[in-house]
């Protein structure tokens, strides 16, 4: 296994030219101008800007293409600068202060300065701004202009996470002078937002005048609505498309291996599938019941049947990539007669009937919400399958909390931290586990650190808010002529900075 790493270093000029240098991952030449590209997506964006929603698609589209942070994270899980050159942090670890690159403009033409970074993270700790994570930012107690390209952040006390949170898609760098973001995305990536075609395809185009010389290679990128993952792999094959970064059907990576014109990569990821579970309703409000679900799914069938033995079994909302990662995954091995007795000291002795709501797009969802309505049934669990779009997901089950089990893949490398939410979809409320997480990420001593993180990982085993089951695989398949593409994604990107097509 691969663990990616999250140094928060600051880089010598040297480091920082390398980054520019292309990663010859595929072994065949140097990186070829010109050419378009064209990617498949399992859903559609609900918008174009990441800072005011959490759907991963709109990173993956949007993130390191068209927006950019002050810091990134690069294909090998590494925290590194991006539109700060450098960074400094004071011994109490109280105070950053930022130094920006120069001559970076926003696809307008304006300038990128310390006023955009002050707007930006201003805007976003913002108590009435409708901000998805306000947890990243509730350590910033001010924003200083201390130059045209210098800033510095206070934090009301020490996080071991905030290089990480600005890492994120819900950190990225915008222009305070355009008005809508989520229509009119104005970022300083390498790529310019051409057009979005609803229902079809969002398309960008190179930025000319990039600060990184050089970059990008390719001239467009179309990413291609295409729900049906045996659509996708025909157009795979066909050279409709050129790319599935994920490819969610793991039998199909074993079959596309013998195609001589498509290359199959396997990787890690931070994507962990988990059957959740609304915390506020009965009967899964009552741990017993939960646990008693948690006993009645076997993970090995689960992960065998729906990733084909990629997948990793997990025991927490914690990625296996993490430096923080307990394997827990021990703790509920099948046992179909233990379940049957935590429900009948529930009062549940007959067991009860449930609906699980999955999004119909995404086919890990689905296949493995299939086998666990199966597997339930040993318990007198009578699950009813409902199936939708992932617009009516988003809003049902991700913003009202209308549903009571599902089974979706949350992608963030820490989103561990989402269980201290009671009001997140969960609606799970357990004030010993958000104290933990509050002092883990106050906690600068890695080591005191992981210990916490430990713990909040054992109060989720016990308390089983959402039976946790696997971390997805890594299973990118391009076309042969495509270079240069991500093995791992350590976080939930489509970075096509440094892609390139040979002729």
């Known amino acids: 296994m691969k663990y990616f790493r999250f140094r928060d270093v600051i880089l010598t000029t040297l480091a920082v030219a390398l980054l520019a240098v292309p990663t010859l991952a595929d072994g065949e030449g140097g990186p070829v101008y010109g050419g378009d590209l064209t990617v498949a997506l399992p859903a559609e964006l609900p918008g174009l800007d990441p800072t005011t929603n959490t759907a991963a698609v709109i990173d993956r589209v949007m993130y390191n293409n068209v927006y950019q942070g002050l810091v990134r994270i690069n294909r090998s899980g590494d925290i590194t600068p991006c539109l700060a050159r450098s960074w400094e942090v004071a011994e109490d670890g109280k105070k ?10 926003f696809h307008n033409g304006d300038p990128f300065t310390s006023s955009d970074v002050a707007y930006s993270l201003n805007r976003v700790r913002d108590p009435d701004f409708p901000v998805p994570h306000p947890e990243y930012y509730r350590a910033i107690e001010d924003v200083n202009l201390t130059g045209r390209y210098s800033v510095e952040v206070h934090l009301r006390e020490p996080s071991s996470i905030f290089i990480f949170n ?9 222009s305070e002078d355009v008005d ?51 659509t996708q792999i025909t ?34 990821t931070t994507w962990e599938v988990i059957l959740a579970m609304n915390n506020s309703v009965e009967p899964l409000d009552d741990p017993r019941v939960r646990q008693a679900i948690n006993y009645g799914i076997n993970c090995s069938e689960v992960v065998e049947g729906v990733t084909f033995g990629f997948g990793e079994p997990i025991g927490s909302l914690m990625s296996p990539t993490n430096p923080n990662y307990l394997d827990l995954s021990w703790v509920y091995t099948y046992n179909p007669e233990k379940a049957k007795q935590l429900l009948a000291e529930a009062g549940y002795p007959e067991g009860f009937s449930a609906t699980l709501t999955l999004p119909s797009n995404y086919t890990l969802s689905v296949r493995s919400g299939k086998i666990i309505a199966e597997q339930l049934k040993e318990i007198g669990i009578d699950l009813r399958v409902r199936k939708i779009g992932w617009g009516q997901w988003l809003q049902k089950v991700f913003s009202n909390a209308e549903y009571e089990m599902t089974v979706i893949g949350h992608a963030e490398a820490f989103d561990i931290s989402i269980y201290a939410n009671p009001d997140y979809y969960f609606k799970y409320d357990d004030e010993r586990f958000a104290e933990v997480i509050e002092r883990a990420e106050k906690e600068v001593d890695k080591s005191e650190r992981r210990g916490l993180y430990a713990i909040a990982q054992w109060i989720l085993a016990k308390e089983v808010p959402s039976a946790f089951l696997f971390s997805a695989p890594s299973l990118p398949a391009v076309r042969g002529t495509v270079r240069n593409w991500w093995h791992d994604y350590p976080i939930p990107v489509v970075d096509v900075t440094r892609v390139w097509k040979a002729g």
């Open 96 to 105: 950053y202060t930022f130094f920006l690159r120069e001559g970076v403009t």
């Open 166 to 174: 600005l890492a994120r898609g819900d950190s990225v760098m915008l």
């Open 180 to 230: 809508d973001h989520s229509r009119n995305p104005i970022g300083t990536g390498p790529f310019v937002f051409s057009e979005w075609q609803e229902g079809q395809r969002v398309v960008l185009s190179r930025f000319k005048d990039y600060y990184e010389e050089g970059l990008p290679y390719i001239d467009s990128v179309a990413f291609e609505f295409i729900p049906d993952v045996n």
């Open 235 to 268: 157009a795979l094959r066909s050279g409709d498309i050129d790319a599935i970064p994920y490819l969610n059907s793991p039998e199909n990576a074993l079959t596309l291996k013998s195609d001589a014109d498509v290359k199959v990569l396997e990787g890690v």
